[in-house]
């Protein structure tokens, strides 16, 4: 179960993403899965958002010095198609509406 803190975080982040497009969230592996069309496009792990890529929009955050999420297992460090958002983002919500549309097509790919 995730603590109060990482809950009011996910929380106000869903409620943010809410202003752009409707966004649900799914707790899972002590952190939160966010969902649009019924598609996890994004993740939450320690008070960090990280947005679904692919090839067609994973160089827009490698251009914003944004990195994967990563995990550890079996002591090796396994990174996952799931880039940090870049912060300067957050608050245009011209801009993360694109950037979610783009995850959300990269989520879309990915499904196929």
């Known amino acids: 179960m995730a603590n109060a803190g990482a809950k009011a975080f996910k929380d106000g982040v869903v409620n943010h993403l809410n202003q752009v497009a409707p966004i649900t969230a799914r707790a ?38 944004m990195g994967p999420f990563t995990y550890h297992r079996n002591g090796k460090a396994m990174a996952m198609s799931y880039y940090q958002l870049p912060p300067s983002l957050y608050s245009d919500l011209g801009l993360l509406h694109d950037w979610v549309e783009a995850s959300v097509g990269a989520a879309r790919r990915a499904k196929r």
Not at 48 to 65: P, W
């Open 28 to 65: 899972m592996f002590g952190g939160y899965g966010l969902y649009c069309e019924g598609l996890m496009f994004a993740l939450i792990a320690d008070k960090t958002l990280y947005f679904k890529v692919d090839a067609v929009n994973q160089s827009r955050f490698t251009e914003a010095a």
